[in-house]
Each structure stands twice: as structure tokens, then as C-alpha cells.
């Protein structure tokens, strides 16, 4: 047994467990008396038991349907016109790369060490910024847009410079050689393959005559 000093010690040392935040979700802004998206323009549903309502509802719906209507939501905020269908904002990958970025960064506030979701994180953050380059670079209104209705800020990626040395340009030439010889090879191949099938065919003919 050890002395009421010792335990009281041993009983400050003992490591606080904190509580983490509840981070707040992108979907919590859907009402949960909202009908899913397959129902929600259903004239029978006027109509309907309050019990099926609820059954249909989001109350009772899967996270996948909820995506789908927050889709939705956001392709109705960057559409041009009401029966815009095809446009770049609409068709295009900038909506749901939104919602999955999101998604990844609500995962990491409650898992930090997940590596691979971070990887999946920092490539739909990629993909996302080449999207809005080129929507930047063809249609600048269209990309204002789309970045004001979104809450997406973009940033220029910083100019590339590498410092040419001996080194590098030593490299460069031998990569160069490498590549040079493998399409010579590919060529050779593709030739061989080439002289084979009209071999065949010429073969095939003979006998069919």
C-alpha cells in the first residue's frame, strides 16, 4: 500500500481526457422533414399518411440520398438559367468535388491520422483547382460565379522556377536518350506485329481461294 500522498499524486498525473468538439456537418442544414429527391414532386403525396411521410422523408434517408439533394441544392445556385442542363458548372465535376472535400475535411477533424483519406482530400482539392483554372481561363463571369454561389476561394498557383545546373541538364539528356530509344523499340515491335498480320490475312486468302 503507498501513502495517501503517493495516490494523490499519482491521481493528479493521470493524463486529462478531453472531449473533442462535434464539428458541424454540410448536411445539417437539411430539414429532416424534407422528401427525398425520387419523391418530393410526387402529386399522391398531398395525399399520403403522415406515417409514409416521414418513412420517405430525410428523417429516415441514407447519407448517400442526402448528398444527392445537396447536389442538387448547389446545382440550383451555379445553373445560368432554369433549363440550363449542360453547361460546365452543372455537368461538370466542381459541385460534388464541394461536397467530397467537405466531406473529407469532417472526416479529419474527427480522425487526424487518416492518411489515405487526407490523400483523397488533397487530390479532389487538385482536381477541383484545375476545374476552376480552366473554367477561369474560358468563361470569366461563369467562374465568378460559380466561386461566389460555392464559397470556394481561389489563389493563383505560385510560379515555377528550377535552377538550371549541370546536374539537371545531364538528366534531362539522358532521359531524352531513354525515351528516344524506347520508341524505337515500340516502333520495331509494332512493325513485327505489322508483317505478322498480313502474313495471316495473306494465308487466310490462300485457302479461302
Same mark, same amino acid.
Given at each position: 500500500?503507498?501513502?495517501? *500522498?503517493?495516490? *494523490? ?30 419523391? *418530393? ?15 420517405? $422523408? ?96 481561389? $489563389? ?31 516502333? *520495331? ?21
Amino acid at each position: 500500500a503507498c501513502s495517501p *500522498a503517493l495516490q *494523490a499524486a499519482r491521481g493528479y498525473a493521470r493524463p486529462v481526457t478531453r472531449k473533442r468538439k462535434e464539428t458541424p456537418s454540410q448536411l445539417d442544414d437539411l430539414p429532416p422533414t424534407m422528401l427525398k429527391k425520387e419523391y *418530393a414532386n410526387l402529386p399522391i403525396m398531398d395525399s399520403v399518411d403522415d406515417v409514409v411521410k416521414r418513412l420517405l $422523408s430525410l428523417e429516415m434517408a441514407s447519407q448517400r440520398e442526402k448528398m444527392k439533394i445537396k447536389t442538387q441544392q448547389l446545382v440550383e445556385k451555379v445553373r445560368r438559367s432554369p433549363n440550363d442542363n449542360g453547361s460546365f458548372e452543372v455537368q461538370g465535376k466542381l459541385k460534388t468535388g464541394r461536397i467530397l472535400i467537405r466531406m473529407f475535411e469532417e472526416h479529419l477533424q474527427k480522425h487526424p491520422k487518416d492518411k489515405k483519406n487526407r490523400r483523397q482530400m488533397l487530390l479532389a482539392v487538385d482536381r477541383r483547382r484545375k476545374l476552376l483554372a480552366y473554367l477561369r481561363r474560358v468563361r470569366w463571369d461563369a467562374f465568378e460565379n460559380t466561386c461566389q454561389q460555392l464559397g470556394i476561394q481561389y $489563389s493563383l498557383p505560385p510560379p515555377y522556377t528550377r535552377r538550371i545546373t549541370k546536374r539537371w541538364l545531364a538528366k534531362k539528356a539522358f532521359c531524352i536518350k531513354v525515351f528516344q530509344e524506347t520508341q524505337k523499340l515500340k516502333a *520495331a515491335e509494332k512493325l513485327k506485329q505489322r508483317k505478322e498480320w498480313k502474313a495471316r490475312a495473306r494465308a487466310a486468302r490462300e485457302q479461302q481461294e
